[in-house]
């Protein structure tokens, strides 16, 4: 973010750098704090869609209260919304990566983070400085937040984030602020904004306790994002789900470009290291796309930010020219989704944890890895189904070690579980429990064939934890700190 200075933002920066760090770790524990199910039991809830539909509409209903007592940040700049089952993230970082190649100002937001919770916040590449993130818990948002539950309201964690995060956005004068969506869309805390782009990208199976036991059900939340007169684009696969997306749009008054129909990808390879394509808007073709983001899944993704570009470029006046945007795109890297982090063994990250994120992802390693061994270390939430994750796995993997994300406010799958239903699975197949994702990639490190692949997934968490072992997190704060990149 460099040394640009806003109205009332100091930007932090003050004091010995022990000092900002304990101002950090201070700052977020405290929001931490807000956490009201700290061990996160309220997995085993059982509830009705009735009792969640209530829910999710008073969680909207108590955003939008409090961004109006805090002045409506969220109303201070022009927004893209990204909503959908996978890809979410990649979108965000590829079309933020765009837009800020163009010139354009541009904060996003991706949720989860996996190892700091500045990598939530990013403006033109660089993350929040940790002293800049205590400032703006403790000035610019905290007294906001007491004043209210001291007037008798109510805002809860999730909410805090979303309202934090405009707030943010506004305070850092963003030309463009991209966000990605938490849970579903129509009732999501971050659906207060008024987005002049939305995004869906493919919707299936996931989060079916909490938004509905259909796939139908799950469209229709995705489809929430779409505003009255909104550009949105769409690369959802499911005739179904086109179909919702389509009816929605036309509710709406909005503009629709649905992948296949109103652009496509052409002339595809494939390699390890990602891709390269053409994409086919309606404004022209933009040719010789190359993307360092390995799997056939991240072309999609790939093809939904550039026509986010697209239209903020054609439609909204953004300039900028498709070499930049090329350029920019050749240069993309996203922690934790299929990250290489050491050859010999080949050692990769990546965050699939549920049924149609594993596999996407296991196709993606199978078409390339030749004869090659891969050993799979993962881990899951107790919130997901264990059988999706594992499934794909079973003619991958030619040994397992199991273990359990360590997360605050959220249950694991008890590995011993996990493991048991992976050795129903593979018999045969070497199964070791662990404990903790350190031990297990350090046994797998030491143990497997050098020419084998090492393959951390299950969990975003777990990938968070796991990165840990190449990039330490007391060092990665400092490094942001000192400069905001990673």
């Known amino acids: 973010m460099g040394?640009?200075?806003?109205?009332?933002?100091?930007?932090?920066?003050?004091?010995?750098i022990e000092a900002r760090l304990t101002a950090f770790e201070?700052?977020?524990?405290?929001?931490?704090?807000l956490i009201q199910d700290p061990t996160g039991e309220r997995v085993k809830l059982v509830k009705s869609q009735e009792m969640y539909q209530v829910e999710h509409g008073l969680r909207l209903e108590r955003t939008r209260e409090f961004l109006a007592f805090c002045g409506q940040p969220q109303e201070k700049f022009p927004a893209i919304h990204i909503a959908g089952t996978s890809g979410k993230g990649s979108v965000t970082t590829i079309l933020a990566a765009i837009l800020t190649a163009w010139g354009a100002r541009t904060g996003h937001h991706i949720s989860p983070y996996l190892q700091l919770c500045t990598e939530k916040l990013i403006v033109n590449g660089r993350w929040l400085r940790p002293s800049a993130f205590a400032e703006l818990v403790n000035v610019h948002f905290r007294p906001k937040y007491e004043a209210w539950i001291g007037a008798g309201h109510d805002l809860r964690y999730g909410e805090a984030w979303v309202a934090l995060t405009y707030i943010w956005l506004a305070l850092e004068e963003v030309e463009w602020g991209v966000m990605e969506t938490g849970l579903g869309g129509r009732y999501d805390p971050t659906n207060v904004l008024p987005a002049?782009?939305?995004?869906?990208?493919?919707?299936?199976?996931d989060h079916i306790k909490t938004l509905g036991p259909t796939l139908a059900d799950i469209a229709r939340h995705k489809a929430g994002i779409i505003k009255p007169g909104q550009w949105?684009?769409?690369?959802a696969e499911k005739p179904l789900v086109r179909e919702i997306v389509a009816a929605e749009a036309a509710v709406q008054g909005a503009e629709l470009l649905q992948m296949g129909r109103d652009f496509a990808v052409e002339e595809v390879v494939m390699t390890a290291e990602g891709s390269r394509f053409n994409l086919v808007t309606p404004w022209g073709v933009w040719e010789d796309i190359r993307l360092p983001l390995a799997g056939a899944f991240q072309v999609t993704n790939a093809a939904a930010a550039l026509m986010g570009a697209a239209v903020a470029r054609e439609v909204f006046g953004q300039a900028g020219s498709v070499a930049m945007a090329r350029a920019a795109v050749a240069e993309v890297r996203f922690s934790g989704r299929m990250e290489l982090m050491q050859t010999e063994p080949l050692v990769i990250l990546d965050g699939?944890?549920?049924g149609p994120k594993m596999a996407a992802l296991v196709a993606s390693v199978a078409a390339w890895r030749g004869e090659r061994p891969v050993w799979v270390i993962l881990g899951a939430l107790a919130s997901k189904s264990a059988t999706g994750i594992l499934a794909p796995l079973v003619g991958i993997g030619s040994w397992f070690g199991v273990t359990e994300p360590n997360v605050y406010a959220k249950m694991p799958h008890s590995a011993a579980a996990l493991a048991a239903e992976l050795g129903e699975m593979v018999a045969g197949v070497p199964v070791t429990i662990y404990d903790g994702v350190e031990a297990a990639i350090r046994d797998a490190v030491a143990q497997a064939p050098a020419e084998a692949i090492i393959l951390v997934t299950g969990s975003l968490y777990l990938v968070g934890e796991a990165r840990g072992c190449w990039y330490p997190q007391q060092q990665l704060l400092l490094d942001i700190e000192a400069t905001g990149w990673p």
Not at 26 to 33: P, T
């Open 3 to 16: 040394s640009k200075e806003h109205s009332g933002w100091v930007m932090g920066g003050e004091g010995s």
């Open 26 to 33: 201070e700052a977020y524990q405290w929001l931490l704090g």
């Open 196 to 205: 002049k782009i939305g995004i869906i990208t493919n919707v299936d199976w």
């Open 232 to 235: 949105v684009v769409s690369t």
């Open 352 to 354: 699939a944890h549920n």
